[in-house]
């Protein structure tokens, strides 16, 4: 089974720092997800990537920043977290092609 | 954009059938997924579809028409542990996925 794992359950950070959620998968998928979850809103696209170094925005991204070094890692970077950036986040990858995505069981990040 | 639209909540009695809805309107439709999300647990996949018509899994059916732009996943025989959201989800351009609301079912016995 393909295994996405999300570094941290639950995350409380202060607003301005900087924080970076981790996220690897370990079935060499092309491309890698950043969702944010919030009631009522639905899961959101914040950024992915189809290739290692390559990363394109998605629907929400300002805020936000990502790193994908080495194809199995793909990092969010929040440069200077706000209230506003309290959410569930949720990695994602798939192969090129198949359209089935897993998720990992995410992370909840609360900014105070 | 994609617009995907789902009712938000239903309540439902155990060994029931529960028929959920989404409609969506899309550009570069690839296929339409459905996912199960238990509170405060990742999405886990159930269904997808890229033709029309129906495909059943067991307890779970899913249809699809896409010159409607809409589709349903049908719960047989609902069981409490069935109480999850149910996330519709459509496939376009290069490899991104559009996610409805989530419909909230909740199963009473």
């Known amino acids: 089974d393909v295994k996405v794992t999300q570094s941290s359950r639950y995350l409380v950070k202060r607003t301005g720092e900087k924080v970076f959620l981790e996220c690897v998968q370990d079935?060499?998928?092309?491309?890698m997800f950043w969702y944010r979850q919030d009631p009522g809103l639905g899961l959101r696209l914040i950024y992915f990537?189809?290739?290692?170094?390559?990363?394109e925005k998605g629907d929400i991204p300002e805020g936000y920043s990502v790193s994908r070094e080495k194809k199995e890692r793909f990092s969010l970077i929040l440069e200077s977290a706000s209230t506003n950036q309290t959410s569930m986040y949720l990695c994602?990858?798939?192969?090129?092609?198949?359209?089935?995505?897993?998720f990992g069981s995410g992370t909840r990040l609360t900014v105070v | 954009g994609q617009n995907i639209d789902q009712p938000t909540e239903m309540t439902a009695t155990e060994g029931a059938i529960v028929q959920i809805n989404c409609t969506y309107q899309?550009?570069?439709?690839?296929?339409l997924f459905w996912y199960q999300q238990h509170a405060g647990e990742a999405p886990t996949f159930l269904s997808y579809?890229?033709?029309?018509g129906l495909e059943e899994k067991g307890r779970f059916s899913s249809f699809l028409s896409r010159s409607k732009g809409y589709s349903y996943l049908l719960l047989k025989e609902l069981q409490m542990k069935d109480s999850a959201s149910y996330l519709c989800?459509?496939?376009?351009?290069?490899?991104?996925?559009?996610f409805g609301k989530g419909n909230q079912v909740v199963v009473i016995p």
């Open positions: 994602a990858s798939k192969f090129d092609g198949a359209y089935g995505y897993t």
């Open positions: 079935m060499d998928h092309e491309n």
């Open positions: 990537s189809y290739d290692v170094k390559m990363k």
């Open positions: 899309t550009s570069g439709f690839n296929g």
């Open positions: 579809n890229v033709l029309d």
């Open positions: 989800a459509v496939a376009y351009g290069n490899n991104r996925l559009a």
